[in-house]
Every structure is written in C-alpha cells, then in structure tokens.
C-alpha cells in the first residue's frame, strides 16, 4: 500500500512562489511517474505537471512558470510554483502511476491534496 506525505501550500501573494513537495512511501511495487493536479471550486481537475524519468509533461495554463522536478531515491515529486496568480488558487493532489510487483496492473493513487490559496 502506498501513502503519501505532501507538504508546502499555503498562502502566498500574486507574484510570490511556493515549493510543493510530495513523498511516496510503501513497499512491493515501482512508481513509473509522479506530478500534480489541482481542482479549484466549480472547475474540472486539472493536470499541472508530471515526471517520468526524463520526461517531463506541464500544463499549459502554468508553463514557464512552474517547475516540477523528482528525486527517485526519495519517491519524492516537487512542484516549484513561481509568478504565482489568483487563478492558481486550488487544491494541488499529487499522483503517482504505481505498478505492484506482484500485480503487475499499474494504477493512479492519489494523495490527500494541498491548499494553494494567492490572495492579496
């Protein structure tokens, strides 16, 4: 069973930054990618940004803006949100594509979600 450990939301200005970080912890299985999506009130979940290996994948509503990265030793996705603006505002869920060893059927789990609010 996986968990997740989020941590870095909170309440920043406009224009201020924010780092979120996102650690995966478990045992019989591989994460084949991580990233963030986020859900403001009334709006459709978004995809924010995601990593496998190399490759990374963000939005476009935040790129050239924000910057995800991963540290695989650690399981460990970060989103470094600069420039930020009203309309980041929402709930920033970490996900990861995880395939059990024993399985072998890869699945999306789903962190717990962390509070981004920009407000002046």
């Known amino acids: 069973q996986v968990q997740f450990v989020e941590s870095g939301g909170g309440l920043v200005q406009p224009g201020g930054s924010l780092r979120l970080s996102c650690a995966a912890s478990g045992d019989g299985f591989n994460i084949n990618s991580m990233g963030w999506y986020r859900q403001a009130p009334g709006k459709q979940r978004e995809l924010v940004a995601g990593i496998s290996d190399s490759v990374t994948n963000v939005g476009g509503s935040v790129k050239g803006r924000f910057t995800i990265s991963r540290d695989t030793a650690k399981s460990t996705v970060y989103l470094q949100m600069n420039s930020l603006k009203f309309e980041d505002t929402a709930v920033y869920l970490c996900?990861?594509?995880?395939?059990?060893?024993?399985?072998?059927?890869?699945?999306?789990?789903w962190g717990q979600g962390t509070q981004v609010t920009v407000s002046s």
């Open positions: 996900f990861a594509w995880i395939t059990p060893t024993v399985t072998r059927m890869a699945a999306r789990y």
